[in-house]
């Protein structure tokens, strides 16, 4: 039944949770889109800070107000048990209730409710449990005083002749705790994403934990299991391969009624109605995914230590025939849990652990409404009508007609810039041309007898290039030897060149050729004037020095 009610209790406070998503005003999208915020949005920022939003907008504060972001409440279902003297007999189910509040875009504070239940069974028999007056009231431990120790079948019993009494320990524990935890996100801040669809996150806190322990020494009839539990160690002993079998015979002869209270400290113990009241702390790590704008779900695993040693209601850890001791350490309680978690509140952005702080700066970079710039200054030292920061010839003479980027036109490609050309347009058979852009047409009478057209001889001597290190920047020297090589081209228009690197295997190698020969091909065509289609660019592997160039002719 408290299974049905816990089941009902949970699905109901999901419903209700569920139905706040809804409820929240979602009219802010307009300034808030799941990945950050508008910093020009007073409204998400408390009275207190607007002193700060005022000066960052002024240009006096170099930094913006933080808004005034959403709590999180959520619920969660999980697996509980305890680690203690008796071993878990399954995980539990549990539930708990929180409520969070970010104080930066990292850390973050959180109230938290767990409520659940523990239950272990221990499939070894143990004797000496005079100690613990939960079971010495019910069962007979050896009476050492009747006289020595004697064996019957191997048996242990009194000189009387009596068998003493055995216990399987058992435990059933309902844990209640209120805690306060510090919560750090780990991977919402990022560099090359603006958002992240998941948190990473852990933790630590303080808090109260208050819990009742009570063990199944009786049947409903008030009867104890003596007899049934010597049958069953008769039956098993301590012999570990048979542990699930002693489970299965103690699960059909024990009832589920835990009607004794457990052992505790008694009045010295710090008590909230009938439940013993003791300090605790808990360490947490999670992950949760976003579901939508005002909606997460997480997985979490918590661990909470509390200074006692009587959780499972049992002080002592031994078995049968055994001497009886301490252990010494503390119990402890683990929740697994997977939850449900509503951000809620208006005029607020999401929780500033789902914000990317870096947001703001990005975009800034990108699109500048903050930033102030010097009035510009477009100057034109040539006055050939582009300015210096675009032109690639900051010194073109007066009066001589330029292309977009502030070269010398030179429309017939002869090497003659249009300004000092008297031929403007000169064929191309009639090149190459002298100083003055005039070329040279063969005579009529030439063409009357046509003879054989000798083959194309080019030039070879074309020189090498050598670049240093991992570079592509063209030194002096190597933009000299292109200004000799774009004079020769030109002097032969018919003829092409083929620039070749030998990279090495490597990716890394094969795009550094790349990029040389691509400098070397834009240098010639760009600032020498020499036509794209009369250069091929090549990388073979192993064909030479990786850091020279070879320039040769098609």
């Known amino acids: 039944m408290s299974s049905k009610k816990l089941k009902l209790l949970c699905l109901g406070i999901c419903t209700l949770l569920t139905g706040l998503v809804y409820a929240q005003n979602e009219s802010r999208s307009s300034i808030y889109n799941g990945s950050g915020y508008d910093t020009k949005d007073s409204s998400v920022v408390p009275k207190k800070r607007l002193p700060q939003y005022n000066e960052f907008w002024n240009n006096t504060y170099n930094y913006p107000a933080k808004p005034r972001n959403m709590w999180e409440v959520g619920a969660k279902i999980g697996a509980f048990s305890i680690s203690g003297d008796v071993p878990v007999k399954f995980p539990t189910l549990g539930w708990g209730l929180h409520v969070r509040k970010a104080l930066g875009y990292v850390f973050s504070l959180r109230l938290e409710y767990i409520n659940g239940v523990g239950k272990g069974q221990s499939w070894l028999a143990s004797e000496n449990f005079a100690k613990n007056p939960a079971w010495k009231g019910y069962y007979a431990p050896?009476?050492?005083?009747?006289?020595?120790?004697?064996?019957?079948?191997?048996?242990?019993?009194?000189?009387?002749?009596?068998?003493?009494?055995?216990?399987?320990?058992?435990?059933?524990?309902?844990?209640?705790?209120?805690?306060?935890?510090?919560?750090?996100?780990?991977?919402?801040?990022?560099?090359?994403?603006?958002?992240?669809?998941?948190?990473?996150?852990?933790?630590?806190?303080?808090?109260?934990?208050?819990?009742?322990?009570?063990?199944?020494?009786?049947?409903?009839?008030?009867?104890?299991?003596?007899?049934?539990?010597?049958?069953?160690?008769?039956?098993?002993?301590?012999?570990?391969?048979?542990?699930?079998?002693?489970?299965?015979?103690?699960?059909?002869v024990m009832d589920d009624s835990y009607e004794t209270p457990a052992q505790n400290s008694g009045e010295r113990r710090p008590t909230l109605g009938n439940n013993t009241l003791k300090p605790s702390g808990t360490v947490l790590a999670g992950i949760a995914f976003k579901l939508g704008k005002r909606i997460n779900l997480a997985i979490e695993d918590r661990h909470t230590f509390i200074k006692d040693d009587l959780l499972d209601g049992q002080q002592w850890s031994e078995h049968a025939y055994g001497d009886a001791s301490t252990t010494g350490d503390f119990d402890s309680y683990n929740f697994l849990s997977v939850g449900l978690n509503i951000n809620i509140g208006s005029k607020a952005v999401e929780p500033l652990w789902w914000i990317?702080?870096?947001?703001?700066?990005?975009?800034?970079?990108?699109?500048?409404?903050?930033?102030?710039?010097?009035?510009?200054?477009?100057?034109?030292?040539?006055?050939?009508?582009?300015?210096?920061?675009?032109?690639?010839?900051?010194?073109?003479?007066?009066?001589?007609?330029?292309?977009?980027?502030?070269?010398?036109?030179?429309?017939?490609?002869?090497?003659?810039?249009?300004?000092?050309?008297?031929?403007?347009?000169?064929?191309?058979?009639?090149?190459?041309?002298?100083?003055?852009?005039?070329?040279?047409c063969p005579d009529p009478e030439c063409c009357k007898n046509i003879q054989a057209v000798a083959p194309k001889v080019c030039p070879t001597d074309y020189p090498?290039?050598?670049?240093?290190?991992?570079?592509?920047?063209?030194?002096?020297?190597?933009?000299?030897?292109?200004?000799?090589?774009?004079?020769?081209?030109?002097?032969?228009?018919?003829?092409?060149?083929?620039?070749?690197?030998?990279?090495?295997?490597?990716?890394?190698?094969?795009?550094?050729?790349?990029?040389?020969?691509?400098a070397i091909k834009l240098y010639l065509t760009e600032r020498e004037g020499i036509s794209s289609d009369r250069i091929t660019t090549d990388c073979t592997v192993g064909g030479g020095d990786k850091n020279t160039v070879?320039?040769?002719?098609?």
Do not use: W
Request: some cysteine; proline content about 5%; overall charge negative.
């Open 142 to 252: 050896v009476r050492s005083s009747a006289g020595p120790i004697v064996y019957y079948n191997g048996i242990a019993g009194s000189a009387l002749g009596t068998s003493p009494d055995i216990v399987y320990y058992n435990y059933k524990a309902h844990v209640q705790d209120l805690s306060l935890q510090g919560i750090v996100t780990l991977n919402n801040v990022r560099f090359h994403k603006n958002k992240t669809g998941f948190v990473v996150y852990g933790g630590a806190g303080i808090g109260a934990t208050i819990y009742n322990t009570k063990i199944n020494a009786n049947n409903d009839n008030g009867e104890n299991y003596a007899a049934e539990f010597r049958n069953i160690y008769n039956q098993y002993g301590t012999v570990y391969k048979d542990r699930k079998d002693v489970r299965k015979a103690l699960k059909d």
């Open 356 to 440: 990317n702080p870096l947001d703001y700066a990005y975009s800034e970079l990108n699109v500048p409404r903050h930033m102030k710039f010097p009035k510009p200054q477009f100057i034109d030292s040539d006055g050939d009508g582009v300015i210096d920061e675009l032109d690639r010839e900051p010194n073109t003479p007066a009066g001589c007609p330029v292309d977009t980027h502030g070269v010398m036109k030179d429309t017939d490609g002869d090497g003659v810039p249009d300004c000092k050309d008297k031929q403007l347009i000169t064929p191309t058979e009639c090149q190459p041309v002298d100083a003055d852009g005039v070329g040279h």
């Open 464 to 518: 090498s290039l050598n670049f240093k290190g991992n570079t592509s920047t063209l030194s002096k020297d190597a933009r000299a030897m292109l200004a000799a090589v774009a004079a020769t081209m030109k002097a032969n228009p018919d003829c092409n060149i083929t620039i070749s690197g030998y990279p090495e295997a490597s990716k890394a190698s094969q795009a550094m050729c790349q990029k040389r020969v691509d």
């Open 550 to 554: 070879d320039i040769k002719s098609n």
